[in-house]
């Protein structure tokens, strides 16, 4: 039976922590339901141990690491309780996170609320006591960080955000999300709510588990207490794996007769466990969840559990026996929704739903809502039943009269929604947030007024001009019908906006689909548009085109795995019933939302299905589109070269049959454009991009979005080509548009200042390199989330940039998670792990961990030759490695093949394909040198001076490759002179650079030990050249800049 609010007793029994665990459990549920009893104890907790209590020694407890002071409230006496920590003071730093003031206690953690000064936001900081695990301190801390990181995966707007995972002395810290909100047990106390409204709410946490299952994260313990009801109004789920973490190692077996509300076991509370989560089995999958959340669901609708029992015993019973509870009288509830939460409650796993998505396609089945589904858009007032044929009636009124058109836009694009969607905007207290306001109101004015005018003339052409059949003219109107859905969809969605989405929305509202194809009546034509004339089909056709413009809708918001939950049952649904068009384009836009969510080999196989799919229907803009993709994910992303020219010519013959409109020729020749460049074939890649920047330019205007995209793209081609102003020059004109439209702190910004931060790398400013990548890491954690591929571009540039400053142990991890980062996303013989890879060899060269650093050049070698090709730029820079590593370890004549490899492929490329050349000829003179060979150091040698004006190394390199020419033609006596006059010129020029390259100080030394052994007489012409100022010499000097 319920607990009354807590006594005495029971009260100091708590704080003190001497509760027995059966009583414990009683509370902890009371706590949980009652907002007095919560304060009381939040009082109680309020009071902190002054800097000098003067407590006498024998008032302490055991462990006075433990120990904390309370009130008690019945008699205002201070006492002395254990807690899982001591209370941090305010000010503490846990990370980078500052504490505020403690929000909560339980038996395992402590909740505060922070400050992240990096990202000045306030978040919600977990600790979690490891020791209580019941593991030693380091397995302890290693398995929950393991646990934390995965739940930090999970990026969706139902779900609690986890932004960073840490250690702090012996505990883990989860920093995440802080929500104004209250459970959803409180909600439901708050009620009664109408059937409709709670299915709603768990449709929601429907789509947050779903998005957690998709990355492998399993919720565990599904209950109303795990789910917030925010201030906002959006659902969130919260602790993801906690009671595994907290309970999984050591919870003890629950005894016959004890509470059915003990606070977990392995994977769960048992009041909403699945059979298979009870002893002995005791496992969790996400077919565990779908369970609890049918428990939770079946709460919700009828006010009592499903299951009988006051013990655990007698809960397992009837859970293993599927004996769920008779319908209550007078619940409401459908018999159809019954059906599916009681089929979520199926004592075997295999018969409950396929899937969280299964689950959330048969809660939004309602047929009553099927009737009327046709009444409605997206939920955003928008008919969609002249998609499929039946009437061009909007709002419930007729503007079948052609000048009826602007009335469609009230409820999508009027005054009430533009207000709505600005407030919006400004309460996620962004500084973009006016900007891109501003940006939105102008691209969605300029969207509408354009539909207006389209709408008006497709309808005088047929009623006026009769230049046009009612067929064709029905054939437009559908197709502008479902260009204003996406619309209501996405103005619905920025009533909603949160800071995300803010950032994304001046692009989402770009990337709205063109009009134009509206107006192509061949090809609307050849799409086959007719109405169903089955009910069934007719119905599928309805969800088709209503997952549709949800998804579109997500796609823009970035809400990818959100959109692919609910495309995907819908595309599938289309292709089994030979809706081959339909399905074609329900393919793409799930290969697009899949790309976007960083799922590189789902979108591959999607977009080829996708591609066949549209081909087989006739789908001449889907196939257009999908092969367009393709070139993108197949040949850039997953660096399936081969592939993606395929893809890229089957795209070509597409888009030329489609009249080779600007809009998709532009998109193909960029992303053909980055899969050359991606191949290091830069010329041809600059000129596909030129091509893609002259057809967006005439498109969309020289300040687009997608024109800043192309020069972003064409400063990185010129920048791989050695020409790094010309780079920068693109990069700030990009980011002009970018910062006018987005706003300064945009996750745009940050890419291109990462692309900033790899040019400045180059000209050795490796201090500005470092900031520059260090900002654009945390917009990019920010926005994507902890493991998008992204994030490892700029955690190897972050790396980089302090390796070469010499903070080498600051380097390794951060190379070691963009590792691991990239070989999850894009497969372990991507280009991007073997560049990662590589990166990581260099540096424990320089670390002295020469062993390690062989094998991980190795790996990198294998890698690069099997997705890259013997003839890759990048191949070479890891024989490099290699070769360097082997003669760190005494093996010169190990090292020379390597060398001379290196050499060979490097002086064999066109010099805008690789600037590194001088480099390899350098390392290939030195070996060589350190063989006694010097007369065949002389050849090498020699073409990297001369190349310099062609080569533009870095910095450091020059005065290198001088100094070792000057010891080859001394050693070889061959110009003593000439030596003499080098080794002035290089150490006068080494002498001039900065120290931020850490090589810069050695390389100094090294000459100076180099000077010091040689005759006096050469010491003295060495000192006298010295002294001798120099021409100016613009080509050293813009290096040294």
């Known amino acids: 039976m319920p607990l009354a609010c807590l006594d005495e007793p029971t009260f100091m029994d708590l704080l003190l922590g001497t509760l027995p665990s059966d009583r414990a459990a009683l509370v902890d549920e009371h706590l949980d339901t009652c907002p007095s009893c919560r304060r009381m104890v939040s009082e109680a907790l309020k009071v902190q141990p002054p800097a000098d209590s003067g407590a006498a020694p024998e008032e302490e407890v055991l462990d006075s690491q433990l120990a904390t002071l309370a009130v008690d409230p019945w008699r205002g006496k201070k006492l002395r309780l254990r807690l899982p920590t001591p209370p941090l003071a305010r000010g503490t730093a846990v990370g980078r996170y500052l504490i505020l003031e403690m929000l909560g206690v339980g038996g395992m953690s402590v909740v505060y609320a922070a400050y992240d000064p990096e990202l000045d936001r306030r978040v919600a900081l977990k600790l979690l006591q490891v020791e209580a695990l019941g593991l030693g301190a380091e397995a302890g801390r290693t398995q929950v960080l393991r646990e934390a990181q995965a739940m930090a995966r999970v990026s969706h707007p139902h779900v609690v955000s986890v932004f960073d995972v840490g250690t702090f002395g012996r505990q883990v810290f989860l920093a995440m999300e802080l929500v104004d909100a209250h459970t959803l047990r409180k909600w439901e106390h708050d009620g009664p709510h109408p059937w409709r409204?709670?299915?709603?709410?768990?449709?929601?946490v429907a789509r947050g588990l779903a998005a957690a299952h998709a990355v492998g994260v399993v919720h565990g313990d599904v209950k109303p207490e795990n789910i917030l009801v925010g201030q906002d109004g959006r659902v969130r789920v919260t602790d993801f794996g906690l009671s595994r973490i907290m309970f999984g190692a050591v919870a003890p077996p629950l005894m016959p007769g004890s509470p059915t509300h003990p606070r977990a076991m392995e994977g769960g509370t048992p009041a909403y466990m699945a059979p298979e989560q009870f002893p002995p089995e005791e496992r969790t999958d996400a077919r565990s969840d779908q369970f609890g959340f049918c428990a939770a669901l079946y709460e919700g609708l009828y006010g009592e559990r499903p299951f009988a029992g006051t013990t655990v015993e007698e809960l397992s019973q009837a859970v293993h026996a599927g004996r769920v509870k008779s319908v209550p009288r007078h619940s409401g509830v459908p018999q159809w929704l019954r059906k599916v939460v009681v089929k979520g409650l199926s004592v075997k796993p295999e018969d409950r739903h396929a899937s969280m998505e299964a689950l959330i396609a048969a809660l939004e089945s309602d047929p009553a809502a099927r009737r009327t589904r046709r009444l409605r858009v997206a939920g955003a007032s928008l008919l969609l039943l002249s998609a499929v044929g039946l009437t061009h009636v909007l709002h419930g009124r007729d503007v079948t009269g052609c000048e009826g058109a602007a009335r469609a836009m009230d409820g999508v694009w009027d005054a009430p929604r533009q207000q709505a969607v600005e407030a919006a905007f400004i309460g996620t207290q962004r500084r973009f947030a006016h900007d891109a306001f501003r940006h939105v109101r102008r691209g969605l004015d300029a969207y509408t007024a354009a539909w207006v005018t389209t709408r008006t003339a497709a309808c005088e052409a047929t009623r006026v001009r009769h230049e046009q059949s009612e067929a064709v003219m029905a054939l437009r109107m559908r197709c502008l019908d479902a260009r204003l859905a996406d619309v209501a969809a996405l103005t619905q969605l920025f009533t909603q906006a949160d800071p995300d989405l803010v950032e994304r929305a001046p692009r989402a509202v770009e990337g709205l689909t063109p009009l134009a194809g509206c107006s192509d009546v061949e090809a609307l034509t050849s799409r086959g548009q007719s109405s169903p004339d089955d009910p069934a089909a007719r119905d599928r056709t309805v969800a088709l085109l209503q997952a549709l413009v949800d998804a579109r809708a997500l796609r823009a918001a970035g809400r990818y795995s959100q959109g692919v939950a609910r495309v995907e049952p819908v595309a599938q649904a289309a292709r089994a019933a030979g809706d081959w068009s339909g399905a074609a384009d329900a393919l793409l836009l799930l290969a697009e939302l899949k790309d976007g969510a960083g799922d590189y080999r789902g979108a591959e196989a999607t977009v080829l299905q996708a591609a066949w799919t549209a081909e087989a229907g006739r789908n001449d803009d889907a196939a257009a589109r999908a092969w367009t993709l393709a070139v993108r994910v197949t040949g850039e992303r997953l660096d399936h070269y081969a592939q993606g020219q395929q893809a890229a010519e089957r795209a070509s013959a597409a888009v030329e049959r489609l009249g080779a409109s600007r809009e998709l020729a532009g998109a193909l020749a960029m992303n053909l454009g980055r899969l050359l460049s991606r191949q290091g074939r830069y010329p041809e890649a600059h000129e596909q991009l030129t091509r893609a920047l002259s057809f967006l330019e005439k498109r969309f205007g020289p300040e687009a979005l997608e024109?800043?995209?192309?020069?972003?793209?064409?400063?990185?081609?010129?920048?791989?080509?050695?020409?790094?102003?010309?780079?920068?020059?693109?990069?700030?004109?990009?980011?002009?548009?970018?910062?006018?439209?987005?706003?300064?702190?945009?996750?745009?910004?940050?890419?291109?200042r990462l692309e900033q931060a790899s040019v400045r790398w180059q000209q050795g400013d490796f201090v500005q390199s470092e900031r520059l990548a260090r900002g654009a890491l945390a917009l990019l954690e920010r926005s994507l989330g902890q493991d998008h591929p992204q994030v490892a571009d700029a955690l190897n540039s972050l790396a980089l940039a302090l390796q070469y400053q010499g903070k080498r142990e600051e380097a390794l991890p951060l190379y070691e998670r963009a590792l691991g980062i990239a070989e999850k996303t894009e497969g372990r013989d991507s280009s991007t792990v073997a560049i990662i890879v590589n990166n990581i060899g260099t540096l424990l060269v320089h670390m002295g961990r020469l062993e390690e650093a062989t094998q991980r050049f190795a790996t990198a070698l294998e890698q690069v030759e099997k997705s890259l090709g013997p003839d890759h730029p990048t191949l070479a820079l890891v024989l490099r490695g290699m070769g360097q590593t082997l003669s760190y370890r005494n093996q010169p004549d190990q090292a020379l093949p390597y060398f001379q490899r290196a050499a060979a492929l490097q002086t064999s490329l066109p010099d805008d394909v690789n600037g590194g050349w001088t480099g390899a000829l350098v390392d290939l003179g030195r070996t060589y040198m350190v063989l006694g060979r010097p007369r065949e150091a002389l050849a090498p040698l020699e073409q990297a001076v001369a190349g310099w004006e062609r080569a533009r190394p870095r910095p450091a390199e020059r005065p290198a490759a001088r100094y070792m020419l000057a010891r080859a033609l001394w050693d070889a006596k061959k110009d003593p002179a000439r030596a003499v006059r080098l080794a002035a010129e290089a150490r006068q020029e080494a002498g001039a650079l900065p120290d931020d390259e850490s090589s810069v100080p050695e390389l100094r030394q090294a000459m100076d030990r180099w000077i010091a052994r040689l005759p006096p007489a050469a010491r003295r012409d060495i000192k006298a050249a010295m002294a001798t100022p120099k021409p100016a010499d613009p080509a050293r000097d813009a290096l040294v800049r």
């Not at 409204?197 to 929601?204: D, H, M, P, S």
């Not at 990185?716 to 970018?738: F, N, P």
């Open 707 to 752: 024109v800043a995209d192309v020069r972003v793209e064409l400063g990185t081609v010129r920048r791989s080509q050695g020409r790094a102003e010309e780079a920068l020059g693109l990069y700030e004109r990009a980011l002009g548009t970018v910062r006018g439209a987005l706003g300064p702190e945009h996750p745009d910004v940050a890419r291109i």
């Open 197 to 204: 409204q709670v299915v709603e709410l768990f449709l929601a």
